[in-house]
């Protein structure tokens, strides 16, 4: 019987905890229900343990506190998503409990576990039953009771902990509606027993930290830094779309382009084919491409100025900038076009994320600590990166104020309202108003076939949804703009921008922007180039 861990064994817990989510992102991500390509829980809960297991590997732990605490504050830093914040919020409070503990036993670890539990739910504003935090919560109940009952088998406290999470996760679809009508368990709660499951498997030297020596799947930071700009044979990162003018097969330019660079990838249809490629020559790989057709789009990036950004990035000692003025901007968006805008009203700082690569509350704290401002206003644009936004709060010396916006536009409308003389109250009253009156309707592709709804969506079908709810999926782009149009009527708006992404040219944007008009012919509709990734249109209504 083990009646006790110390800080070596928690830390390979934990690393073995880095190891089991790494192998099973994908089918923690195969639960999430919307089938839209956004930051998934599987996804986000791996770059966040990740982050604490990289720590971990830097040094030994005399003590379960320290090597707690260790754990506590790589996962506050890494935290993305709503899932990786909880994840967090479990062990902050699991770490707290246990501060100067040398040795835990099952009765200290399973009450810092229920103290883990108070902490996610106290910062969650509405904590939903059926989720990670019920999961959580049964667990611990269990474990808590087992010691209660005279239990000090701290492996037999691990393993009644996880059968009661394994039957709240199976209730799961009964306490949340979404999941019901899915028919699915909740993502998080999965997550959270694939941890538990791999910190007792550690324990039973059933599983080795090992094969989580890497960084995590998506952490491009960490492979950059560890070669040289000397090891990119070909630097530039090459994209581009060819509209076709002549039928023709594509095998001949993909032959020249395998000539000339490497990681190609080429994606077609019957109107036009889009190109990835590495390459030293991109000039050449243009020009032959325009053999086929005309040219869209194009984005030519040199590998090894981000590789050196990186690294520098990596390794810069983060200091407050001085404030300069009352009131500074952090926004989150992708695209350079959603970026440039941000900065023209009035963002100080850009934060590359949103759907698909959630930043962690580290990459937000860096870029409000670099504002040279008193009160930072956060924009986080997304509702799965408000939580992580809200983390840096206590974690500098500036005053952070979230103003909880969900989606670009709403962003750029509150940024409107920051007034440099007005009072921070009245500020806040002014965003949220603005916030409140933009309406987005999102364009996107499904990214696997699913159940949702009633409706039965198949991967590739545009999704169009309208403030965050799905209006359908179609095969017809006519026939989306068509329902969205109808979705649109019940706000009555008479004011449109139609964002675009960087997979839609100009011309496509127009003639949506021209099918808004025709519905809305008394409106003001105007178009603007996004460049976002995932989503084809961001469409603001006011």
């Known amino acids: 019987m083990r009646e006790y861990i110390?800080?070596?064994?928690?830390?390979?817990?934990?690393?073995?905890?880095?190891?089991?989510?790494?192998?099973?992102?994908?089918?923690?991500?195969?639960?999430?229900?919307?089938?839209v390509p956004d930051g998934d829980t599987g996804t986000n809960m791996g770059l966040t343990v990740n982050n604490a297991a990289q720590e971990l590997r830097k040094k030994e732990f005399a003590s379960v506190s320290e090597a707690a605490d260790c754990v506590a504050s790589g996962l506050l830093r890494g935290a993305r998503g709503n899932s990786g914040v909880i994840t967090?919020?479990?062990?902050?409070?699991?770490?707290?409990?246990?501060?100067?503990?040398?040795?835990?036993?099952a009765r200290e670890f399973a009450n810092a576990m229920s103290e883990g539990v108070d902490s996610a739910y106290k910062a969650v504003m509405k904590p939903a039953e059926g989720t990670i935090l019920t999961v959580s919560r049964l667990a611990a109940e269990a474990a808590v009771d087992y010691t209660k009952a005279g239990g000090a088998d701290f492996e037999k406290m691990l393993e009644v902990s996880i059968e009661a999470g394994k039957d709240a996760l199976d209730d799961s679809i009964n306490l949340n509606p979404v999941l019901k009508k899915a028919g699915v368990v909740d993502a998080?709660?999965?997550?959270y027993l694939v941890i538990y499951e791999a910190m007792l498997a550690s324990l039973r030297g059933e599983a080795a930290p090992e094969a989580a020596s890497g960084p995590a799947a998506g952490d491009e930071s960490?492979?950059?830094?560890?070669?040289?700009?000397?090891d990119i044979t070909f630097a530039y990162d090459?994209?581009?779309?060819?509209?076709?003018?002549?039928?023709?097969?594509?095998?001949?330019?993909?032959?020249?382009?395998?000539?000339?660079?490497?990681?190609?990838?080429?994606?077609?249809?019957d109107e036009r084919f889009k190109v990835h490629v590495h390459t030293n020559i991109p000039g050449d790989a243009l020009t032959e491409a325009q053999k086929y057709g005309t040219l869209e789009t194009a984005k030519i990036e040199n590998m090894r100025t981000?590789?050196?950004?990186?690294v520098e990035k990596a390794a810069a000692v983060q200091t407050l900038a001085a404030p300069e003025k009352e009131y500074g901007a952090?926004?989150?968006?992708?695209?350079?076009?959603?970026?440039?805008?941000?900065?023209?009203?009035?963002?100080?700082?850009?934060?590359?994320?949103?759907?698909t690569m959630n930043p962690s509350t580290d990459d937000i704290l860096k870029e409000i600590n670099r504002t040279p401002a008193r009160t930072v206003f956060v924009f986080p644009n997304n509702k799965n990166i408000i939580m992580a936004a809200e983390q840096c709060v206590p974690l500098t010396d500036k005053e952070v104020v979230v103003i909880p916006t969900k989606s670009v536009p709403q962003?750029?409308?509150?940024?409107?309202?920051?007034?440099?003389?007005?009072?921070?109250?009245?500020?806040?009253?002014?965003?949220?108003e603005a916030m409140d009156r933009v309406h987005t309707a999102q364009v996107t592709y499904a990214a696997r076939d699913s159940e949702f709804d009633g409706q039965d969506i198949h991967a590739g079908e545009y999704l169009a949804l309208l403030d965050g709810a799905l209006i359908g999926s179609y095969t017809d782009q006519s026939a989306m703009l068509e329902a969205l149009c109808a979705a649109f009527d019940a706000h009555s708006p008479d004011i449109f921008t139609v964002y675009y992404g960087e997979d839609v040219t100009q011309e496509d944007a127009q003639k949506t922007a021209d099918r808004i008009s025709a519905h809305f012919p008394d409106a003001e509709v105007s178009v603007v180039n996004g460049g976002q990734p995932v989503y084809y249109y961001m469409i603001s209504a006011e």
Not at 188 to 191: F, I, K, L, V
Not at 247 to 264: H, P
Not at 306 to 310: M, R, S, T
Not at 411 to 432: D, R, T, Y
Request: glycine residues 10%; charged residues 25%; negative net charge.
């Open 238 to 269: 090459t994209v581009f779309i060819v509209r076709k003018t002549v039928e023709k097969s594509l095998e001949t330019l993909r032959a020249f382009l395998d000539s000339i660079g490497d990681s190609l990838v080429i994606g077609e249809d």
């Open 330 to 355: 952090v926004a989150v968006c992708a695209g350079k076009g959603m970026a440039d805008l941000f900065r023209e009203v009035g963002a100080d700082s850009i934060v590359t994320g949103g759907q």
């Open 306 to 310: 981000q590789h050196d950004e990186l």
């Open 188 to 191: 998080g709660g999965m997550g």
């Open 222 to 230: 960490s492979v950059f830094e560890k070669f040289d700009t000397a």
């Open 411 to 432: 962003g750029i409308s509150a940024l409107l309202c920051l007034e440099p003389e007005e009072s921070e109250e009245s500020v806040i009253e002014a965003m949220s």
């Open 88 to 105: 967090s919020l479990l062990f902050r409070g699991l770490s707290k409990r246990l501060k100067g503990v040398t040795q835990a036993g």
């Open 6 to 35: 110390d800080g070596a064994d928690f830390k390979q817990m934990i690393l073995c905890a880095d190891a089991a989510l790494r192998a099973n992102t994908q089918s923690i991500n195969d639960l999430n229900v919307f089938p």
